[in-house]
C-alpha cells in the first residue's frame, strides 16, 4: 500500500508523519502537559475552558501517557477515539514531575481538575492510563478526596477507567530506568540510586506516592474498569513479585488485598478474562467488573502496536458496556 503522509497541526508548529491513511489532527496546548487532540481546530479558548460548541459537548478521554512517550505513538492512541467521536485530553507526567511530586505532578494534577470544572459539558468521561500515568491521575483522586465538596462532584461524569502496563509506586525504582535508556549499566545505577532517593526523601516524594497508590487500590473513581498487561512485561512481574513478599506483608498474595477500610476479593481463573470484584466497605456492598486482557509476548506498553486490531476489539467492547459508545454503529470502519 502507497504510504502517504498526514500533517499534526499545532498552535505552533507541523509536523509532517508517514502514516498508511491520510488524516489530519489538531492539537492545543494548555500547559506543558496538557494538551486537547481534536479533528476538528479548537478557536475559540479561553484559558483552560473550550467555548467550541462544536467541540466541548463531546465524550472526553483523559488520555494519560507513560513516560517519554513520542508524539506519534499518541497520536495512533488518540486516533483510535478521535475516529468515534471522542475527543482526547493527553495529561503527560515528565522525569522532574514524578521526583518532585509536590512541584510537578501535583501542580499537574490539580490543572487537570480545573479544566474539568472549566468544561461541564464535556461527557462522559473516561480515562485511559499508561505505566506511570496511573500515578499521575490518582494524584488527581487525592485531591478530589481531600476537597469532596469541591471536586466530588466530577466523579459522577466517569463512566470508565482503562489501565495499561500500569505499575505501582514499587515500579519506579525498576521501570524508570528502563524508560530512559537502554544501557543496562545505566539502569542499573539509576535503579539503586531511585530507591536511595525514595528512601531518603520520603515526607517529599514517598508517601505522596503511597497516598496516590492508595486511590487505585481503593478505586477511587469507582467505576468499571479495563486492565491491559501481558504474560513477559518485566516491570510487571517485578511489581508482582515485591508486591507478594514480605515488603507488602503478603498483602497481594492469593489475590487478596486488605485496605484500612476495604477488603478486596479477586476471582480470577485462567478460563475467564475479566475479574469479578467484591467490594466491602462499612458493611455496604458493591459489585464492579473489573475487565482483564493478557496478551502473550507483547513488551510494556506496546501492546496496541503488536495485537492492533484485538487490542482496539478489547477497548470497543469496554467502551460500549461502559456508555461510552451507544453501539456498534459508532465504531470506526478499521484501516
Same mark, same amino acid.
Given at each position: 500500500m502507497l504510504r502517504r503522509s498526514f500533517t499534526l497541526c499545532t498552535h505552533h508548529t507541523k509536523l509532517y508523519i508517514n502514516t498508511i491513511q491520510k488524516c489530519s489532527v489538531h492539537i492545543h496546548s494548555f500547559t506543558r502537559n496538557m494538551q486537547l487532540i481534536s479533528n476538528d481546530k479548537v478557536s475559540e479558548i479561553n484559558g483552560l475552558e473550550v467555548l467550541d460548541p462544536r467541540v466541548n459537548s463531546r465524550p472526553l478521554t483523559l488520555l494519560y501517557t507513560w513516560m517519554l512517550a513520542k508524539d506519534k505513538h499518541v497520536i495512533k492512541y488518540s486516533k483510535f477515539y478521535l475516529d468515534r467521536g471522542i475527543e482526547v485530553l493527553r495529561v503527560r507526567l515528565s522525569l522532574f514531575d514524578l521526583l518532585r511530586p509536590t512541584k510537578g505532578s501535583q501542580v499537574v494534577a490539580e490543572q487537570m481538575l480545573q479544566f474539568l470544572h472549566a468544561n461541564p459539558n464535556f461527557g462522559p468521561l473516561t480515562v485511559h492510563g499508561f505505566s506511570a500515568g496511573g500515578y499521575l491521575f490518582c494524584?488527581?483522586?487525592?485531591?478530589?478526596?481531600?476537597?469532596?465538596? %469541591?471536586?466530588?462532584? %466530577?466523579?459522577?461524569?466517569?463512566?470508565?477507567? !482503562?489501565?495499561?502496563?500500569? *505499575?505501582?509506586?514499587?515500579? !519506579?525504582?525498576? *521501570? %524508570?530506568?528502563?524508560?530512559?535508556?537502554? =544501557?543496562?549499566?545505566?539502569?542499573?545505577? @539509576?535503579e539503586k540510586?531511585?530507591?536511595?532517593? @525514595? =528512601? &531518603?526523601?520520603? $515526607?517529599?516524594?514517598?508517601?505522596?506516592? $503511597?497516598?496516590? /497508590?492508595?486511590? @487505585?487500590? $481503593? =478505586?477511587?473513581?469507582?467505576?468499571? *474498569?479495563? &486492565? !491491559?498487561? /501481558?504474560?513477559?512485561?518485566?516491570?510487571?512481574?517485578?511489581?508482582?513479585?515485591?508486591?507478594? *513478599? /514480605?515488603?507488602m506483608g503478603g498483602k497481594w498474595k492469593n489475590y487478596l488485598i486488605f485496605q484500612e477500610k476495604c477488603l478486596l476479593v479477586v476471582l480470577c481463573t485462567t478460563f475467564q478474562r475479566h475479574w469479578e470484584l467484591m467490594i466491602f466497605y462499612r458493611n455496604v456492598y458493591q459489585f464492579l467488573m473489573v475487565y482483564t486482557k493478557c496478551f502473550a509476548d507483547s513488551p510494556h506498553v506496546s501492546h496496541y502496536l503488536k495485537y492492533k486490531r484485538e487490542y482496539e476489539d478489547e477497548l470497543t467492547a469496554f467502551l460500549e458496556k461502559v456508555g461510552m459508545l451507544s453501539s456498534s454503529k459508532d465504531r470506526a470502519v478499521l484501516s
Open positions: 494524584e488527581s483522586m487525592v485531591k478530589v478526596v481531600d476537597n469532596m465538596d %469541591l471536586h466530588g462532584p %466530577l466523579l459522577k461524569r466517569f463512566v470508565g477507567q !482503562i489501565w495499561d502496563s500500569v *505499575g505501582d509506586i514499587y515500579q !519506579i525504582p525498576y *521501570g %524508570l530506568p528502563r524508560a530512559v535508556t537502554s =544501557n543496562e549499566v545505566l539502569q542499573r545505577s @539509576m540510586y531511585l530507591r536511595w532517593y @525514595m =528512601n &531518603f526523601n520520603y $515526607e517529599t516524594a514517598t508517601r505522596h506516592y $503511597e497516598r496516590s /497508590s492508595d486511590m @487505585m487500590h $481503593e =478505586n477511587t473513581l469507582n467505576v468499571p *474498569g479495563l &486492565f !491491559i498487561f /501481558s504474560k513477559v512485561d518485566t516491570s510487571f512481574r517485578r511489581v508482582c513479585q515485591y508486591a507478594s *513478599g /514480605s515488603q
